[in-house]
């Protein structure tokens, strides 16, 4: 069961996207997993890709393919990752671009494809290839929710976001989805993002602001600290919403599509924790005052990646000695224990390294019982903070991953 405000919003349409979906069977029987999204001429994409050395066969053929173009479609299929397939998974992603290259009649390095599912299995190449015209045949701009729910694996719900802003007049839209629920710590950045904007931007920009929000979004979450072969995020400008481009970071209209791109990443970002395998509980984890932003990172990711943390959060029990031994084996240099405070939401559990005095079992508990709360840390050395946000552990986290290819 998903944690808070899952909802998916209005969806609004992004000109110069269409998106078409259908039903391959690639693994799963009666529903849609193949979606297919067709960009307008001109578009401008960006993407980042998993840090997994051992990452997928279509995240070769994205990177190689961005390289040399911007992309016309995208193609994801759901139930098989074509991670771990070795050269016959990379002859059957770039079959599948080649395919839907002759169908659409685009060239092949226009294309890129994505998959998510199980890892070391061959793709069933005939059956995806068969399922690209049909999803052609049901290309139409208003199709981001049937997107949403075309990419899901393990996901209890569709993950979307939506905005509509203003830029000099001009009412533009943005416009993305997210998928993934296991195997989640982001590191670029199973998990899967797509998001589009109708505002004129250059590509350099488009990668620029790309990057930027993906590090305070999908590159700060965390459900159980694997990171997967097949993590890809990509971000396209169709610049059919009209007026000028955007090609400077002096332009004040760059700092304003920046704000809120970054909100759209961090709600499709939050959404995969809220929706953790598993999960019951929503946790924001914020260290404060260290000497740089990567130790403050370092420290939250220790106590967001700790079993007996997670394990303690879901059971209510204000464990918090776990939480110290987590910011203790982080491997911060010369780090004074004596000047460390920790909250809970409003509750100080440690003071000056060691126990607050007014603190109680009871205040802690009530945290610990609420479906989400904050981990404040202070490091009293410094004025750095970064934040990092993640989910319980649950028995059911365990049943998920047992069976997951039952």
């Known amino acids: 069961m998903a944690v808070g405000d899952v909802t998916m919003p209005q969806m609004h349409v ?33 993407g980042v890709f998993t840090q997994n050395a051992f990452c997928a066969a279509p995240v070769h053929v994205c990177k190689a393919h961005l390289k040399i173009d911007n992309p016309r479609y995208l193609v994801i299929n759901t139930g098989n990752a074509n991670a771990g397939t070795g050269k016959i998974g990379m002859a059957n992603a770039e079959a599948t671009c080649a395919q839907l ?14 998959s998510t599912g199980v890892i ?29 729910i075309g990419i899901m694996t393990t996901d209890t719900l569709p993950k979307g976001a939506s905005e ?15 998928k993934g629920a296991g195997m989640i710590r982001p590191n670029m950045a199973t998990m899967l993002s797509y998001v589009a904007t109708d505002a004129p931007i250059s590509r350099e920009l488009v990668q620029q602001l790309l990057t930027t ?6 590159n700060r979450i965390t459900i159980d600290g694997d990171t997967s072969t097949n993590d890809s995020c990509i971000f396209i400008a169709t610049g059919q919403g009209g007026g000028k481009q955007i090609s400077s970071t002096e332009d004040l209209r760059y700092h304003t599509v920046l704000e809120v791109l970054t909100r759209i990443m961090k709600r499709l970002a939050q ?5 953790g395998e598993g999960a019951t509980k929503f946790i924001t984890i914020t ?27 879901f059971a209510s029990d204000p464990n918090w000695g776990r939480i110290l031994a987590a910011i203790g084996y982080a491997g911060l240099k010369n780090l004074d224990v004596e000047k460390i405070q920790v909250w809970l939401d409003d509750v100080q559990i440690c003071k000056d390294g060691g126990a607050a ?12 019982s609420q479906a989400e709360m904050t981990i404040r840390v202070d490091l009293g050395r410094g004025e750095a903070k970064d934040t990092v946000y993640t989910c319980d552990l649950s028995y059911d986290y365990v049943k998920i991953n047992a069976d997951y290819r039952s």
Not at 213 to 218: E, L
Not at 271 to 275: A, F, G, Q, S, T
Not at 357 to 368: N, Q
């Open 101 to 114: 290259a002759q169908l659409s009649g685009v060239a092949s390095s226009q294309v890129l494809p994505f």
């Open 213 to 218: 929000a993906v590090n305070v979004s999908f």
């Open 287 to 313: 260290v404060e005052g260290g000497a740089d932003t990567q130790e403050c990172c370092d420290i939250a990711y220790s106590i967001a990646h700790s079993p007996l943390v997670k394990t303690a959060i």
């Open 14 to 46: 992004v000109k110069g996207v269409k998106i078409g979906s259908a039903e391959a069977y690639v693994r799963y029987q009666n529903r849609r997993d193949l979606v297919i999204f067709e960009f307008a001429a001109g578009s401008n994409a960006a």
């Open 120 to 148: 070391g299995e061959q793709l069933p190449i005939e059956r995806l290839l068969n399922g690209l015209q049909p999803a052609l045949d049901s290309l139409k701009e208003d199709a981001w929710l049937d997107a949403a």
């Open 271 to 275: 959404l995969i924790v809220r929706d």
């Open 164 to 178: 509509q802003f203003q830029l000099d007049g001009i009412t533009y839209n943005i416009t993305g989805i997210s």
């Open 357 to 368: 005095e007014d603190y109680t079992e009871e205040a802690g508990a009530r945290v610990m």
